[in-house]
């Protein structure tokens, strides 16, 4: 019996070279282990999904369909455009059509292709409301006349503003009625308002500025007026407009609608009454100066406070100044009409 038992617990040590016993009592159960893994040839193919293109969920592709899968990534192809080549390779930019991006609304998109006529009607003679827009009185529309003398040595080649009939008007009998049909407007007489609040004459290409009349007459010279005429759209004096909306047609009652985009866009043919304003970081005829000192190459400049804004009426100027016949005056009813047609090509 005891050399039984011995041969029993001898046994376990021979089977170590085995394998590992478990360390649970209960269940001795031999875990072997692997001394040679198998090759990594051996095993069957698998593929990695992150690194096997785009995910094809529940899809397989045979071999009856790869011909027409071959088909539309060549097509796809010839479709992408390139941008750049490095070492050989092209870098794929965009496929198909670009995407057209704006910051203008659609309704702001169509008015911007449309061309007005500018009609200052100012007041009417109650003093409470603006000029109606066929009221005799009010019939002149600012147009580009000829070559300016605005702004002297500095500011020159402009083109002068004068004022002439709107083209709306129809001519009629000593009865009042009407004997004819409105006129279509030409280029000259036609303007369009920029995304920056710019206004820009369709003829020319040239935008509002206020510039000051005349030469430079030094410092014991007369000060000089300012004028307004058409110059490039890049210049320091180009004019930025914004509009109020009439409240129920009352002068005294005015909502500011900003750029005039947003008052002659939708169906409106005769968009107004609107008062046009200038608008100026400051006041409108102050020199931009920037404080602060200098030496040697380098500077240091103090930061700019935000400054209020400023406003300027303009309107008809009746006796002309600088061959230019547009001015500003605080006191002035500046309102107007907008009348909108399409630029003829």
């Known amino acids: 019996m005891r050399v039984y038992a011995f041969w029993l617990s001898v046994i376990p040590v021979f089977r170590l070279s085995e394998g590992a016993l478990s360390r649970d009592a209960g269940h001795p159960v031999i875990v072997h282990s692997v001394i040679n893994p198998p090759h990594p040839n051996n095993k069957p193919h698998h593929v990695d999904a ?4 785009p995910r094809r969920l529940l899809q397989h592709t045979s071999r009856a369909n790869s011909t027409s899968v071959a088909a539309a990534a060549s097509k796809a192809s010839k479709t992408s455009k390139t941008s750049t080549r490095s070492n050989g390779r092209a870098t794929i930019a965009t496929f198909g059509a670009p995407k057209k991006v704006s910051a203008l609304s659609p309704a702001q998109e169509e008015a911007y292709t449309q061309g007005y006529t500018l009609q200052f009607v100012g007041l009417a003679k109650n003093g409470v409301e603006p000029r109606d827009t066929m009221s005799e009185a009010a019939n002149r529309c600012m147009v580009a006349g000829g070559p300016s003398s605005a702004g002297g040595n500095s500011g020159g080649g402009g083109t002068a503003l004068v004022w002439e009939g709107c083209p709306h008007f129809v001519q009629k009998d000593k009865f009042g009625v009407p004997t004819g049909d409105a006129k279509k407007p030409t280029a ?42 058409l110059g490039f759209c890049d210049e320091k004096g180009t004019v930025k407009i914004n509009v109020w909306e009439s409240r129920a047609n009352m002068a005294a009652q005015t909502m500011a609608l900003g750029n005039a985009l947003n008052g002659v866009e939708g169906t409106c043919i005769a968009c107004g009454p609107f008062m046009m304003q200038q608008v100026c970081e400051g006041p409108c005829d102050m020199v931009e100066v920037t404080t602060g000192w200098t030496k040697l190459p380098s500077a240091y400049a103090f930061k700019k406070k935000t400054q209020e804004k400023g406003m300027l009426r303009f309107g008809p100027f009746d006796d002309g100044l600088c061959d230019s016949f547009v001015k500003d005056d605080d006191a002035m009813a500046s309102w107007w009409y907008f009348h909108k047609y399409p630029i003829p090509k």
Do not use: M
């Not at 992150?50 to 293109?53: I, N, P, Q």
């Open 50 to 53: 992150a690194s096997a293109g």
């Open 188 to 229: 000259n007489q036609l303007f369009q308002f920029t995304i920056d609040g710019k206004l820009r004459h369709v003829a020319t290409g040239k935008c509002l500025r206020r510039v000051l009349c005349g030469p430079d007459l030094g410092p014991w010279g007369p000060e000089r007026p300012y004028v307004y005429d």
